[in-house]
């Protein structure tokens, strides 16, 4: 049973997606996060402990390999999409409030920026992880993300930028989260961004990888 | 063989332009705002900034180009407007180039192939109406730069050779990994690019943007390990940008970029001009140096 778990952590952390996906070429034919998910349902595992026991521990080790560039964004979205595979199985169980989410994290890439593959990535290591997810795109604005949070309360919010031109406004949208929700808690990141940076603007948290963030929102958890 | 492959036959140092994308900005284009778009609406600020690195020294100018595939374009609702934007980018630098050269600028698409974002097809297509926009405003040779991922610079290189009769030229870009490698976000080495690139029909390659010039002579050693033959050019970045009171800022100077070189050119780059944050005053003392060395 727990041999089920441990080849649904591998399938994740190396992107096996389902059986007939042609990568990782070294697992070809195998089944895959998808059947391995479906198949562990049926033999009766719980949703919670495919979650915490497969999917979990095998996002946590890509989260890892990434930040110190054994495994690279090709990997790491390979990873992320065996996961969002096998969670369309546990999806039932997340709703019927069977299984629970830690805590709400949102997201988006700030006004002006419509890079999203590092904004996606760490949505998907935050999901991978046990969390909700709420992923508000690209070119988000200060009132966007002030509502989002109202909405979602308590949640994190993250801001992300590719460029230098467009991190400078999440000073502006760090702020307004502030004003609008006393005590709100802001992470910042993207190639640009640095602590010193965060600093300057107020946030509270940086991390220069997915993995740093997942870590510091799971160290919240009381 | 093209004319700027002459000219690095014959020995010639070459001198490219500086950034662009940071050089707009300063000119107004606001965040959100299309920059292939000024090529219609603010084709004089364009041309200044082409103007301004040849009479900087530089030997070649590229073009406001390089977010002017249509994944980029229809974003802002000018996905129709492929070639003419892409044509009237070249025919600007051309005007300001005179006799000098023009290299038209072709950036990455933001798709990923393997996520299944878009098919190899879809890519080639993109790239070939831009490119033929680039070649019908009078490019001498396609740049396509910033590439990341391995299979989207093929088909790049693929798209350009096979539907314009210009040299074709590659860089990629690259950061130094925690355990001192370089590598693209893709994570590809520049020795893994190089035959790679080579095979697909560049006739030139190397590295843009980076973290600074420094980093790059360490790149340009490695490709000239992997080839002895390839030209090299480098567009390198003024450094990391840094921020400074709701500002940022470019910390390397022209005079440590001219510094470093004699040490590029040691290590095998045939062109080196400048990437983001980098300015004309940049372009006059690599022009300098360059000269003082041949």
Not at chain 2, 82 to 92: D, G, H, P, Y
Not at chain 2, 196 to 215: F, P, R, S, T
Request: charged share 25%.
């Amino acid at each position: 049973m727990s041999e089920l778990l441990s080849r649904i952590a591998e399938c994740i952390e190396f992107g096996k997606i389902n059986k007939v996906a042609p990568y990782p070429p070294n697992m070809k034919g195998q089944d895959g996060a998808d059947e391995l998910t479906r198949r562990a349902l049926d033999e009766g595992i719980s949703a919670q402990r495919i979650l915490t026991e497969g999917l979990m521990p095998g996002m946590e080790k890509v989260g890892i390999k990434f930040r110190e560039n054994k495994v690279f964004v090709p990997q790491v979205l390979m990873s992320a999409k065996a996961m969002s595979t096998a969670m369309v199985h546990l999806k039932p169980f997340f709703l019927s409030g069977e299984v629970k989410e830690k805590g709400t994290f949102i997201i988006g890439t700030v006004e002006g920026d419509l890079h999203d593959i590092g904004k996606n990535l760490v949505a998907m290591m935050v999901e991978g992880n046990g969390w909700k997810v709420v992923d508000l795109g690209t070119d988000v604005k200060a009132d966007q993300f002030v509502a989002a949070l109202k909405e979602h309360q308590p949640a994190y919010v993250g801001l992300s930028a590719l460029l230098t031109t467009t991190m400078v406004n999440m000073e502006k949208i760090t702020k307004a989260l502030k004003e609008a929700v006393p005590g709100a808690v802001v992470a910042v990141g993207g190639a640009p961004v640095t602590d010193s940076f965060r600093q300057k603007i107020g946030a509270d948290i940086y991390s220069s990888d997915p993995q740093g963030l997942v870590e510091y929102l799971n160290s919240q958890l009381v | 063989m093209g004319k700027i492959l002459e000219k690095i036959k014959q020995g010639k140092m070459l001198v490219s332009d500086g950034a662009w994308g940071t050089f707009l900005q300063q000119k107004g284009l606001k965040p959100g705002e299309c920059p292939e778009e000024w090529n219609h609406t603010h084709a004089d600020e364009v041309f200044d900034i082409a103007k301004s690195y040849i009479d900087a020294g530089a030997d070649m100018i590229e073009t406001n180009s390089f977010g002017g595939t249509i994944f980029k374009l229809k974003r802002f609702g000018l996905g129709d407007k492929v070639f003419e934007l892409n044509k009237a980018a070249a025919e600007i630098s051309r005007k300001a180039a005179g006799n000098k050269f023009v290299l038209g600028s072709v950036g990455p698409t933001g798709k990923i192939l393997m996520m299944g974002d878009v098919t190899e097809e879809e890519l080639y297509d993109a790239f070939k109406e831009q490119v033929k926009g680039l070649e019908a405003g009078g490019s001498d040779a396609i740049m396509i730069e910033t590439m990341s991922d391995l299979d989207e610079a093929r088909i790049a290189i693929q798209a350009a050779k096979e539907n314009t009769t210009l040299e074709v030229f590659c860089t990629m870009t690259f950061e130094k990994t925690v355990t001192g490698e370089f590598r693209s976000m893709m994570g590809v080495s520049p020795s893994d690019m190089v035959q790679v690139l080579i095979d697909a029909g560049a006739e030139l390659i190397g590295a843009n943007c980076g973290n600074g010039i420094a980093g790059m002579v360490g790149i340009v050693e490695e490709i000239r390990m992997a080839n002895p033959d390839i030209p090299i050019l480098v567009h390198a970045n003024a450094g990391m940008p840094v921020y400074d009171d709701g500002e940022t800022i470019f910390p390397e100077k022209p005079d440590e970029m001219a510094a470093l070189i004699p040490k590029i050119i040691n290590a095998g780059a045939d062109i080196i001009g400048g990437c983001c944050g980098t300015t004309p005053e940049h372009i006059k003392r690599i022009r300098n140096a360059a000269d003082h060395i041949k």
